[in-house]
């Protein structure tokens, strides 16, 4: 039987866990493993990419200062989420403010350091991402539209990076001859942001009494519930624009099926939303577009489905 002292212990790193949203973190460093092999070095060997020393940093650096994000994110919005989220708000309270702030300080120290090991462009790179998260969460998230377009872009800022990993040394004849490749790439970062922005709307629905409180001047707030599920709508609308040419102009293997059913998921997702009208209902639509979410970074080794069942031969000797 454990003490009561490392009782305590077990709580408080449970409650870290809980703060940096842990559970997140393998899904990001999924999704960024499998954007790099699939999507922006589809010509490199799929060994030479997991085995990248650099890119290795590249995505340790993107998952600590995510998970930096969660902190400073949890740090500002303490007050907001004991009455959004009682729940994890008392399980993530386990750890002092002070000790929120001595983790975020060491993960984004660590972050810039290792960034610095590949060059001091990736390193001027995330010490940029970890501003832009703190001045979001310190200022800009309160402030109507501007806080959801940023939390949107901050999430698909980390794939930025990667995509400059690949892409700034090349002369610009060769990116020229990469052109298709970047317009896939682009097309499917659209579409995630979509997505994202989509979910960020959602959660200003679901979280309307707890922004109240604090002053969020949020869409629903401002504007009312019925303008915000407008705006949401027009958004699930402009994902027939990035899903068109994912499905009909690019090629993208057998990930056209992800998008077919994200799509037709998508339509079911707004008929809900005009019906929704109590905090858990817009839960249920958060935790929808979450789940199509991570099904997408799931479902990008479909661009070339071969590797599932002749992984060992590709890994070594294949090209994409």
């Known amino acids: 039987m454990l003490s009561r002292k490392n009782k305590l212990l077990v709580m408080k790193i449970v409650s870290l866990f809980s703060v940096v949203r842990g559970y997140n973190i393998p899904v990001i460093v999924l999704a960024q493993y499998l954007s790099a092999v699939f999507i922006l070095a589809p010509e490199k060997r799929a060994l030479s990419v997991l085995l990248d020393f650099n890119l290795f940093i590249i995505v340790f650096a993107s998952s600590i200062t995510i998970a930096s994000g969660y902190i400073?994110?949890?740090?500002?919005?303490?007050?907001?989420?004991?009455?959004?989220?009682?729940?994890?708000?008392?399980?993530d309270r386990l750890?002092?403010?002070?000790t929120k702030l001595q983790v975020y300080f060491a993960l984004n120290f660590t972050a810039a350091l290792f960034a610095f090991i590949v060059s001091w462009r990736a390193?001027?790179?995330?010490?940029?991402?970890?501003?832009?998260?703190?001045?979001?969460?310190?200022?800009?998230?309160?402030?109507?539209?501007?806080?959801?377009?940023?939390?949107?872009?901050?999430?698909?800022?980390?794939?930025?990076?990667?995509?400059?990993?690949?892409?700034?040394?090349?002369?610009?004849?060769?990116?020229?001859?990469?052109?298709?490749?970047?317009?896939?790439?682009?097309?499917?970062?659209?579409?995630?942001?979509?997505?994202?922005?989509?979910?960020?709307?959602?959660k200003d629905l679901e979280n309307i009494k707890g922004d109240l409180a604090n002053g969020y001047e949020t869409i629903p707030i401002v504007y009312g519930e019925t303008l915000a599920k407008k705006g949401i709508t027009i958004l699930l609308?402009?994902?027939?624009?990035?899903?068109?040419?994912?499905?009909?102009?690019?090629?993208?293997?057998?990930?056209?099926i992800y998008f077919y059913s994200c799509f037709i998921s998508l339509i079911f997702f707004g008929i809900l939303l005009w019906k929704a009208n109590t905090k858990e209902q817009y839960l249920h639509l958060h935790n929808t577009l979450k789940f199509l979410i991570v099904a997408g970074v799931f479902c990008i080794v479909l661009i070339n489905p071969a590797v599932l069942w002749h992984g060992k031969k590709l890994l070594l000797t294949a090209n994409f």
């Open 95 to 98: 750890v002092s403010q002070r």
């Open 237 to 256: 609308l402009a994902t027939i624009i990035p899903v068109y040419f994912l499905i009909n102009v690019y090629d993208v293997g057998y990930m056209d």
């Open 123 to 202: 390193s001027f790179f995330f010490a940029t991402y970890i501003f832009l998260i703190w001045f979001y969460s310190h200022k800009l998230k309160k402030y109507t539209l501007f806080g959801n377009l940023l939390a949107s872009f901050l999430a698909i800022f980390p794939f930025f990076g990667i995509l400059l990993y690949y892409y700034y040394k090349l002369p610009l004849y060769e990116i020229e001859n990469h052109r298709n490749d970047l317009a896939v790439i682009f097309t499917h970062a659209s579409f995630l942001f979509i997505l994202l922005f989509i979910r960020e709307m959602i």
């Open 72 to 91: 400073i994110n949890s740090f500002y919005d303490s007050k907001k989420d004991l009455i959004n989220r009682p729940n994890k708000s008392m399980l």
